[in-house]
């Protein structure tokens, strides 16, 4: 069984969703309260094999039953039976190889079911195979629900554990083992056991019988045989604590919850060998990263592709996101309750790499580059001091990768995410500004087609460009930094000699000089690198030197730029 469509109206937090699951595996991620888990009940629900589901007001949008409850699971790779005249196949409706649904369906077209699940203000359950055709339907049964072969890995683990209604276990027991028949067999086992006891070990409930029969006799119940104790195979519990997977004599529901999810994940893909779906919620719980990431190639089918079974999850956890591919990411966005699941541009992949926290957020600093992220990273933990921080305000950040920043940061906010763009405008941005902001991204770019080098040595006061200038010494070598400035002002590293605080005496203009030691702070090659800081933690080093001279840089570009920065970030706008 595969998920092809499905429709929410109405339920708990969604008014409406319409999304066409693509692919077998579907990962949804996004911000907390994004309605991510309720697609998931809203599924499990609808293809429930229970016929008895407790509903309230209060799962109504916006608790209010004066409209229905609809959910519509559209499902495909159905079981041939489902399929015929006599049972659903007047109802069948069809698929078309470019993923649309049709009413009629068509030669080339796979058939496909619209189970619909639909509560009323009477909070009654009622479950029907519908069509345009015939809105009305016609109803499904438990048993057919559970041949689509459904199962949720969740917080109710336990009951997969045990031979019960649509328990994973109880799929995996061969059709010939008759559930009824084994526990049947059981019974009379354990009776014959009980039965051999002697009575001198079980006094308390020979005697407890024995005066049942004499106050029987008393009010005229004339007994058959003698009264005694015997298990009544009729009252053996099918649930967790009756007949249940045991290793060796310890009951598999006394295992961890990490063991415990992968057994049950384990058991679900070997019942769907023949079909079926499985809804994992916070695939992560329980589990190590190692594990997370030997669940998830067994699931995607790294290996061998023809071994995917059909598997929707939700996550919280970055490795969740950096193990899988954008085809499987989904993001689910949620406004005035219409729910919308949106698809991953594979553009994006660089970043769920280096940044996967980002699509767990509600806001994205995307940073142009790695000098920019230190920045925001030192203003973090400095503003963090202070009570306010980006984790508090739901903002990540993320590395654009330099010229891919625009994009990145186009993607992100295509993707319905809150996004700035912090970069320099030394060089055109693509997609250009005009663009980036007509589609939700707000864009701050130093002012003088300057990169951030240059801007910070352009507003710094000269003791804080003597102290940049220092940390590049330290970190480059004295010689390499200061041949370097030199070069840009066409002069002897002779008359740069001393300390970086004495060479505004050298006789050199100050504008020029500033504007050599922002160049090659920004140019000159260091290790591996262009660039004096273009690691994250010398970007760090740098930004507290930003810091020291915090007021003195007042009515700076710089200043008023990292002001608007933290409005945007704390709400404070």
């Not at 649509?166 to 010939?176: D, M, N, P, Q, V």
């Not at 719980?285 to 998830?296: D, W």
């Not at 605080?501 to 050599?516: H, M, P, T, V, Y």
Request: proline residues 4%.
């Amino acid at each position: 069984m595969k998920i092809k469509r499905v429709e929410v109206e109405r339920f708990r937090g969604i008014k409406k969703l319409e999304w066409n699951p693509r692919g077998e595996i579907a990962c949804l991620v996004g911000p907390g309260d994004s309605t991510k888990t309720t697609i998931l009940d809203a599924i499990e629900l609808a293809l429930s094999a229970r016929w008895s589901i407790q509903f309230h007001d209060t799962d109504f949008y916006q608790a209010k039953p004066d409209s229905p409850i609809r959910i519509t699971v559209t499902v495909g790779d159905l079981p041939e039976e489902l399929k015929s005249e006599a049972r659903y196949g007047y109802w069948a409706r069809g698929w078309t190889s470019e993923g649309e649904l049709r009413d009629e369906p068509a030669e080339d077209d796979e058939l496909v079911l619209s189970i619909r699940l639909q509560v009323t203000s009477s909070l009654e359950p009622s479950w029907t195979v519908v069509n345009d055709r015939d809105p009305e339907g016609r109803p499904i049964s438990a048993k057919d629900r559970e041949s689509l072969g459904c199962a949720r890995l969740g917080e109710y683990l336990d009951r997969h554990f045990s031979w019960g209604r649509s328990a994973i276990l109880s799929r995996l027991t061969t059709k010939g083992d008759d559930l009824a028949t084994i526990l049947a067999s059981a019974g009379r086992a354990a009776r014959a056991t009980l039965a051999g006891i002697p009575p001198g070990e079980l006094i308390n409930l020979h005697n407890a019988a024995a005066a049942a029969k004499r106050a029987g006799a008393e009010f005229g119940v004339a007994a058959q045989a003698a009264y005694r104790p015997q298990l009544d195979v009729e009252a053996i519990s099918v649930g967790v604590g009756g007949l249940s997977l045991h290793d060796g004599e310890v009951p598999i529901r006394r295992a961890g919850l990490g063991t415990r999810r992968l057994l049950a994940a384990a058991m679900q893909w070997e019942v769907t060998k023949a079909g079926g779906v499985t809804l994992v919620d916070e695939i992560e719980t329980g589990l190590e990263p190692h594990r997370i990431r030997r669940l998830l190639r067994v699931l995607c089918g790294t290996a061998d592709p023809q071994k995917r079974r059909n598997v929707l999850m939700t996550t919280h956890a970055p490795v969740v996101l950096e193990e899988l591919d954008t085809d499987h990411l989904f993001v689910v966005r949620s406004t005035d309750g219409v729910t919308k699941v949106l698809d991953v541009a594979p553009a994006l992949r660089p970043i769920i790499r280096k940044a996967s926290e980002s699509f767990l957020a509600r806001k994205v600093l995307v940073c142009e580059g790695r000098t920019e992220l230190g920045l925001c990273r030192r203003l973090d933990n400095w503003w963090s001091d202070g009570g306010r921080s980006f984790a508090l305000a739901g903002v990540a950040l993320a590395d654009g990768g330099g010229t891919e920043a625009a994009s990145v940061a186009k993607a992100l906010a295509d993707l319905g995410y809150e996004v700035v763009l912090l970069g320099d405008s030394d060089r055109p941005l693509d997609p250009d500004q005009d663009t980036l902001e007509a589609g939700g991204t707000r864009v701050m770019l130093w002012d003088g087609n300057v990169a951030l080098e240059e801007r910070i040595a352009h507003d710094l006061p000269w003791d804080g460009v003597a102290k940049v200038v220092r940390l590049a010494m330290d970190h480059w070598g004295e010689n390499p930094v200061r041949d370097a400035v030199a070069y840009r002002l066409n002069g002897s590293a002779n008359a740069l000699a001393g300390e970086p605080r004495d060479w505004r005496d050298s006789g050199s203009n100050d504008a020029d000089l500033r504007a050599a030691i922002g160049t090659a702070a920004k140019e000159h090659k260091a290790g591996n690198r262009k660039g004096w800081f273009k690691r994250v933690d010398l970007a760090e080093e740098l930004a507290s030197v930003i810091i020291a001279h915090w007021d003195a840089i007042a009515g700076s570009d710089l200043r008023q730029k990292i002001d608007e920065l933290r409005r945007w970030a704390h709400g404070d706008e």
